[in-house]
C-alpha cells in the first residue's frame, strides 16, 4: 500500500474533530494529484495506483468516484477499494487506474473524489498519457536525493563516526515495456562503510519506480568513497552511481543507550560535542529544532545550542530518561553544525523500564519422585557452580510427574541463562530440604538448557510482560 502524503491539519480542540483526506499516487510526486503514465506503446497497457488516506480526527466517508467527473478511455478504473467506503482516522484505501492508447496521441482526462471533507469535499486527480507506434522497450531512469538529482552521485558530506546518514536512489522505468531489474551492485558492489537495499529482482512496468536506500555509517575518520551498478534489461547496460562520504568525530556518541530503569527513577547521559578538525570553528545551531524529544526524555542541561567551538574545545548535552510506566522506548533528536563540520546530525536514544515475569514447563526424561530440582535465571553461565549469582532460582521436589513447572517475577528486562538440573543421585541437595550445597552436576544429575544445547550466548530474551520457556532436560 503507498504511504499517503499531505499536510496534517492543526490543533483543532476534541469538540471539532474533523476528517481530512489526503491522496497520493505511484507515479512521480505523491502529493502532485497527477498520473502522468508517459509513453506506452498502442495495444499496451500500464497502471497506477492512487492511495486515499484520512489524516483528520473524525470518520471520513467517501462518495462514489468519478460519478461527476467520469473517466473515459483510454484510460479506466479497473479496481475501486474506496468508493462508498468510510475510513477511521489513520487508514487508507486504494484504487488502480488503467492506460491502453489506442493511437498514437497524447490523452488526458481527470476523475473527482467526493468525500465529506469540509475543506475538501472533493478532489481532482489529473491523468495524462502517450500513445506511440514504436516496438516497447524498456527504459530505466535514476535519479538520487541529492542535488543535482540526475548526476549519479550522492555525496553525503560529514556523518559521526558511529552514526548512520541516509539518501535514496530512485530507479523509474521511463521506457514502454516493462524495466527488469538485476541484482543492485552484481558487477560493482558496494563496500563498508556504504550499503544499499532495495530495488534488487524488481519489474517496473512503464513509469512506475521503486527506491533504494543507500546508507553511510563510518566506524573512522576520513575521506569514503565507492559506487555500485544497477543492471537491468534497458538495452544501454547498466547505470553506474558514485557514493562519497566524511567520517567526523564531532559527537561522542550517536547512539545514547540508557539500559533498564526503574519505573518513576530518572537516568541522566552526557553528549560530549567536541571541535577536533585543528583549524576551523565549528558553529552548532539550536539543538533538537528540527526533531525534539519526547517524554521520558528529555534535554536537562544545554551547554551547546547557539555556540561556537573553537579547535580543541567541546561542550556538553546532558539528556534524561525518566519513565513513569514500563515498556521499551526510543527517540532521537538532531544537532545541526555548521563551519569546519556542515550538517544536522542525529542522535538516537534508547531505553527500557519496567519487568517481566517468566514462567515454563521442563519436560523431565523419566518421571522422578521424591528428587530435587533447581531452575536458575543468570546473567552469565557459570560452568563451575550452575546456582552461583542466579538472578532468580527456584527449587523443589519433584511430584512424580515428569514435568517441573516453574515462575519467576520482577526480572528486569535483558538476556539471560536459563537451565535447570534434577539431583537423582543426591550428590548436590537432599530433599525435602532440598537445599543446594553444591551446584556442579554430576553423573547423576540431569542438566537442561533452554533450547536444548550447552549455550555459548544468552538464551532467553525477557521483556517488558510475561514470557514463557518450555524445554526439555537432557541427560548429563
Not at 513509469?207 to 544497477?230: R, Y
Request: aromatic share 6%; charged share 10%; net charge negative.
Amino acid at each position: 500500500m503507498l504511504a499517503a502524503c499531505g499536510g496534517g491539519g492543526g490543533g483543532a480542540p476534541a469538540a471539532e474533530k474533523t476528517p481530512q483526506i489526503v491522496v497520493a499516487d505511484s507515479i512521480g510526486t505523491q502529493s502532485d494529484l497527477l498520473l502522468a503514465f508517459g509513453t506506452v506503446t498502442i495495444g499496451y497497457s500500464t497502471t497506477g495506483i492512487v492511495a486515499i488516506a484520512n489524516s483528520g480526527t473524525a470518520d471520513l466517508v467517501i462518495g462514489s468516484i468519478a460519478s461527476k467527473d467520469v473517466l473515459s478511455a483510454p484510460f479506466s478504473i479497473t479496481s475501486d477499494k474506496c468508493s462508498g467506503q468510510t475510513l477511521a482516522p489513520g487508514t487508507s484505501c486504494e484504487l488502480t487506474v488503467n492506460f491502453v492508447p489506442g493511437g498514437a496521441v497524447i490523452s488526458s482526462d481527470s476523475f473527482d473524489i467526493p468525500s465529506n471533507d469540509p475543506k475538501t469535499p472533493s478532489v481532482t486527480v489529473n491523468i495524462s498519457g502517450t500513445g506511440t507506434t514504436a516496438a516497447p522497450a524498456p527504459r530505466i531512469v535514476v535519479t538520487d536525493s541529492v542535488s543535482p538529482a540526475d548526476d549519479h552521485i550522492i555525496y553525503f558530506g560529514d556523518a559521526n563516526v558511529g552514526g548512520t546518514a541516509t539518501q535514496t536512489v530512485t530507479v523509474t522505468n521511463g521506457g514502454t515495456a516493462n524495466l527488469v531489474i538485476g541484482q543492485i551492485g552484481q558487477a560493482y558492489p558496494l563496500i563498508g562503510p556504504f550499503t544499499a537495499t532495495g530495488c534488487s529482482g524488481q519489474t517496473l512496468s512503464p513509469a512506475q519506480n521503486c527506491v533504494i536506500t543507500v546508507k553511510f555509517q563510518p566506524n573512522s575518520t576520513g575521506l569514503f568513497s565507492g559506487g555500485f551498478d544497477i543492471p537491468s534489461n534497458d538495452s544501454g547496460g547498466s547505470v553506474g552511481v558514485g557514493v562519497g562520504g566524511n567520517g567526523i568525530d564531532l559527537l561522542s556518541s550517536s547512539l545514547l543507550s540508557f539500559g533498564t530503569v526503574t519505573i518513576n527513577q530518572t537516568f541522566t547521559q552526557d553528549l560530549v560535542i567536541s571541535n577536533s578538525t585543528g583549524t576551523t570553528d565549528v558553529v552548532i545551531g539550536q539543538i533538537a529544532n528540527l526533531d525534539p524529544l519526547g517524554a521520558p526524555f528529555s534535554i536537562t542541561a544545554d551547554g551547546c545550542s547557539n555556540k561556537t567551538i573553537v579547535p580543541a574545545a567541546s561542550c556538553t548535552v546532558t539528556v534524561q530518561f525518566a519513565p513513569i510506566a514500563g515498556g521499551s522506548y526510543s527517540d532521537s533528536f538532531d544537532v545541526p553544525a555548521s563551519g569546519a563540520v556542515n550538517g544536522d546530525f542525529s542522535v538516537a536514544l534508547s531505553g527500557i523500564s519496567g519487568s517481566g515475569t517468566v514462567s515454563g514447563t521442563i519436560t523431565l526424561p523419566a518421571p522422578a519422585t521424591g528428587t530435587c530440582y533447581a531452575v536458575v535465571l543468570n546473567t552469565s553461565l557459570q560452568l563451575a557452580n550452575l546456582l552461583s549469582n542466579g538472578v532468580a532460582v527456584v527449587t523443589g521436589q519433584t511430584d512424580g510427574t515428569s514435568t517441573i513447572t516453574y515462575s519467576f517475577a520482577d526480572i528486569p528486562p535483558g538476556q539471560y541463562y536459563l537451565y535447570a538440573g534434577v539431583d537423582n543421585d543426591a550428590s548436590s541437595a537432599t530433599s525435602p530440604v532440598c537445599s543446594f550445597g553444591n551446584g556442579t552436576p554430576t553423573h547423576g544429575d540431569f542438566v537442561g538448557f533452554y533450547g536444548g544445547v550447552m549455550p555459548s550466548s544468552p538464551n532467553a530474551t525477557v521483556n517488558v510482560g510475561v514470557n514463557t520457556f518450555d524445554f526439555t532436560l537432557t541427560a548429563y
